[in-house]
């Protein structure tokens, strides 16, 4: 199985958006030292807790930085963008990292982000599909033509072509379960973000829906899925348990008050009032048992592999500061101990 760490370039307690900055960039450091394999991004606008606006551009300042690290968007909100200056730019980092970047799409959670860049949240999944066609089509074609409800061009030729061939691998982010099937029979591998809708063990049949789509639609082998789950790992086993609380509660009420308050917007999907409602009704305790991993080197090894084994993952994203409260002391302690006497038993 693949493992990666998540990061969302918080503001620091403390600090200010240049600490954001700063202490991002030295846990890559850190990670990149510890032989962490890959690092991806998330892409949040018109928040005052974090500053990763520009995935590409911090992306590319982790490629200069680190030597072996691969880097992916995790994910890069396509509707909010143009489909051919992603291209570009997706292929320009492709060759600045010597082939180390990973494309990873959606097409956004919450509907004001798409009204700050004047895009209808209704469009969102067509605007999504149709991007997603015009990116891969200019990596793969010398020249090509789309005439699509978005976007039309003719005889257009991107360059630079991107240094992977036949280019970047692409996967896709899903927090809904209409998602799973839809996206089986795209084709693309998945990164599941479970927080919002799902319970970690209710992530069984919907990631059996998506590898169903997958072969109804002839695509070669099972399909890939990826999991993005905070951890915290702490040798003492109250430690583990109290440090992370603040935090995590506070993702807890931010999450559901944000969803609550979109309940019944257009272009949604599911029951957003249900879903505020069962959010803010978690303890922290639930949030423990059905969302995170927290404990001891033990403890934290012998849930992840339950999770390998019950969902079949391929891949698992690990976060390492959700609700983005923890010190930059405490995260790093947690990321040590993961790579130094979780990941080596994973692996194993």
């Known amino acids: 199985m ?94 600045i990292s010597d082939g180390r970047v990973e494309l990873g799409v959606g097409r956004g959670t919450f509907p004001n982000v798409h009204e700050g860049f004047n895009v209808t949240f209704e469009e969102s999944r067509s605007r999504f599909d149709e991007f997603l066609e015009i990116v891969k089509t200019a990596w793969t074609e010398e020249s090509f033509s789309f005439h699509g409800e978005h976007y039309s061009c003719d005889d257009l030729t991107v360059t630079p072509r991107p240094y992977q061939q036949p280019h970047p691998p692409i996967t896709v982010g899903v927090t809904s379960a209409e998602s799973f099937p839809i996206i089986g029979a795209m084709g693309y591998p998945l990164i599941v973000n479970p927080s919002r809708v799902f319970t970690l063990d209710q992530l069984k049949g919907p990631m059996s829906e998506y590898r169903k789509a997958w072969k109804a639609a002839g695509h070669p082998g099972e399909g890939k899925v990826g999991l993005r789950v905070p951890i915290y790992v702490n040798e003492d086993a109250e430690a583990a348990y109290r440090n992370p609380m603040d935090s995590a509660m506070n993702s807890i009420t931010r999450l559901g008050e944000r969803v609550g308050s979109y309940a019944g917007r257009a272009g949604t999907t599911g029951d957003w009032g249900e879903q505020s409602r069962i959010i803010l009704g978690m303890d922290y305790d639930d949030w423990l048992r059905d969302k995170v991993v927290y404990g001891t080197p033990d403890a934290v090894t012998e849930r992840l592999t339950e999770l390998e084994e019950n969902l079949g993952l391929d891949q698992l994203i690990y976060e390492i500061n959700y609700g983005n409260l923890m010190s930059d002391e405490m995260q790093t302690a947690s990321l040590r101990l993961f790579n130094k006497k979780v990941l080596p038993r994973l692996t194993a």
């Open 2 to 95: 693949e493992y990666g760490l998540f990061l969302e370039f918080p503001r620091p307690i403390d600090g200010d958006h240049h600490d954001a900055f700063t202490q991002s960039f030295r846990l890559v450091q850190e990670a990149e030292d510890l032989g962490v394999a890959s690092c991806w991004l998330a892409e949040y606008h018109f928040n005052m807790e974090r500053v990763l606006a520009s995935p590409v551009m911090i992306a590319t300042a982790i490629a200069a930085k680190t030597h072996t690290m691969r880097v992916g968007t995790a994910v890069y909100c396509l509707p909010l963008g143009h489909p051919v200056r992603v291209a570009e730019e997706m292929a320009t980092l492709d060759h």
